[in-house]
C-alpha cells in the first residue's frame, strides 16, 4: 500500500442550488455567480476551462436571471457562431474548422451543464452532440462512434486510435456526473501520443446512457468489454478502465468485477461508501466548491426529484455495504484531495484498509479530485493519472 503526498495550497470555490428547475436557491446572487464563472474562465478552471474569457464575458452580459433556459440561451448563441464559422471553413481548412467546431461544442456544453433539466439545456446538449462529431470527423485520427446494443437500447461511445500500434493497448475513460463522455474524448490526444487507444463513455444517468445509476448498472461496462473483444485493433488483454469524479465509483466497482479482463482501475475521486450516506450529502449538497445546480445533477442520475428520495436511494450502492471491499481486485490507483468537499476523502482510505494493496496519491490541499492552485488538474493528469496507466499497460507489465 503506497500513499504519495504533495503539499499543496488552494482550493476551487462554487454555488449550489436545490431547485430541480431553477438556478435560483444557491447560496450566492445573480452577481456572485457572473463573477466565480468569468474567474474560472479567466484561469481556465473546471467546468468552463474550455471556454474562453471573452465568450464568459459575452454570454453573461445576457444573463439577467438564474433560470436555466436563460444561461443555456447565452451560450447557445455563441456556439452557433463558432458552428456557422466551422462550415464555411470545412472545405478550405479542415484544421481550422475542426478548431471551430471544438469551441462550439465547448459552448454548448456549457450551455447545457451540470444537467440537461430544461428545454433549453436538452437543446443544447443536442447542438453539442452534432458539433462534437463533426470534430470528430476532422481529426487526424479520427473519432469513431461506437454504438453497442444493450438490453434493446445501445450505449454510444467514442473510439479514439492511435495510428501506429496494432493492436493498441485501451484506456476505457467513464465521464462523471456533470461531464459527459465527449468531455473524456476531448483529452484523447494525450493517449494517442503514448499509443493508447481512447474508448470514452458516459456513466449511468446522464448523457446517452442506457441506464440510470443503480445497484448491479456497472453491467453496463461489462458489455462494453465484451465490445472490446471483437475489435481486432485493440488488445483486449490491456485495457485500463479511468472513473473521474462520481465515475471513481465505477471503476473501483469494475476492479472487482472484472478483475480479470483489466490491467487496473483508476478510481480518480473516491466516492465508495461514506459519499452515500444521507449525513455526508446533506452536507455535501452545500459546497461552494460546486459551481450551480448540484442537487439538480445529483438526483437526475438517480431519476428522483425530492430531496426526501434523494437521500433514501444513495446507501444502498455502497460498496462496503454491498461486500465488495475485502475481495481480491485489479490494480487500483485512488486520487483525490485531502480538502475535497464533494465526496469525503475517509472513503479513500476506508479503500485503502481493505481488500488488496492500491497506490494512492493525495493532495493534502487539494479539493475534488486532488486539484489546487499548485496541481491543476491538467498537471494530476499528466504526472500522475497518465504515467501509471502507461506502466499498467506496457506489455510486460505484471498485474
Do not use: C
Not at 471544438?102 to 451543464?113: L, M, Q
Not at 479503500?351 to 488538474?377: I, L
Amino acid at each position: 500500500m503506497k500513499i504519495l503526498r504533495t503539499v499543496l495550497v488552494g482550493s476551487l470555490v462554487a454555488i449550489v442550488s436545490f431547485g430541480v428547475l431553477a438556478q435560483s436557491a444557491g447560496p450566492r446572487d445573480l452577481a456572485e455567480l457572473k463573477q466565480e464563472a468569468q474567474r474560472r474562465a479567466d484561469r481556465s478552471l473546471p467546468p468552463v476551462s474550455g471556454v474562453k474569457a471573452e465568450d464568459m464575458r459575452e454570454a453573461l452580459a445576457n444573463i439577467n436571471n438564474l433560470e436555466p433556459d436563460t444561461w443555456a440561451a447565452a451560450f447557445v448563441r455563441i456556439g452557433d457562431r463558432y458552428v456557422e464559422k466551422a462550415k464555411a471553413l470545412q472545405s478550405s481548412a479542415p484544421k481550422e474548422a475542426a478548431e471551430a467546431y471544438k469551441h462550439a461544442w465547448e459552448v454548448y456544453n456549457t450551455a447545457r451543464w451540470p444537467t440537461e433539466n430544461s428545454g433549453g439545456k436538452k437543446n443544447a446538449y443536442v447542438k453539442a452532440l452534432e458539433a462534437f462529431a463533426a470534430y470528430g470527423k476532422l481529426i487526424d485520427p479520427p473519432l469513431e462512434i461506437v454504438r453497442i446494443p444493450f438490453e434493446g437500447k445501445e450505449i454510444v461511445a467514442y473510439l479514439r486510435l492511435p495510428p501506429n500500434a496494432r493492436p493498441a493497448p485501451l484506456m476505457m475513460g467513464i465521464s462523471g456526473l456533470d461531464t459527459r463522455k465527449e468531455d473524456v474524448a476531448a483529452g484523447s490526444d494525450a493517449f494517442m501520443r503514448r499509443g493508447i487507444a481512447l474508448l470514452a463513455l458516459d456513466m449511468p444517468g446522464t448523457g446517452q446512457a442506457p441506464i440510470k445509476v443503480d445497484v448491479g448498472a456497472e453491467r453496463m461496462y461489462s458489455t462494453v468489454l465484451d465490445y472490446v473483444q471483437t475489435r481486432k485493433e485493440i488488445d483486449a488483454k490491456r485495457v485500463v478502465v479511468r472513473g473521474q469524479s462520481w465515475s471513481g465509483y465505477w471503476a473501483a466497482i469494475l476492479a472487482y468485477t472484472e478483475r480479470a479482463r483489466l490491467r487496473g482501475a483508476v478510481v480518480h475521486g473516491v466516492g465508495i461508501h461514506g459519499y452515500f450516506q444521507p449525513e455526508f450529502q446533506r452536507i455535501g449538497l452545500t459546497t461552494r466548491e460546486y459551481l450551480f445546480d448540484l442537487f439538480p445533477a445529483r438526483s437526475a442520475i438517480f431519476g428522483v426529484s425530492t430531496r426526501e428520495d434523494f437521500l433514501n436511494y444513495g446507501p444502498r450502492l455502497s460498496l462496503q455495504a454491498q461486500g465488495w471491499l475485502d475481495k481480491p481486485s485489479a490494480p487500483m490507483l485512488l486520487v483525490n484531495g485531502e480538502q475535497d468537499t464533494q465526496q469525503p476523502i475517509s472513503d479513500l482510505y476506508l479503500m485503502m484498509k481493505h481488500g488488496d494493496p492500491k497506490d494512492a496519491w493525495v493532495n493534502p490541499a487539494g479539493g475534488h479530485m486532488g486539484r489546487s492552485e499548485q496541481w491543476p488538474q491538467r498537471r494530476v493528469l499528466d504526472e500522475v493519472v497518465l504515467p501509471w496507466i502507461e506502466r499498467k499497460l506496457a506489455p510486460g507489465a505484471v498485474k
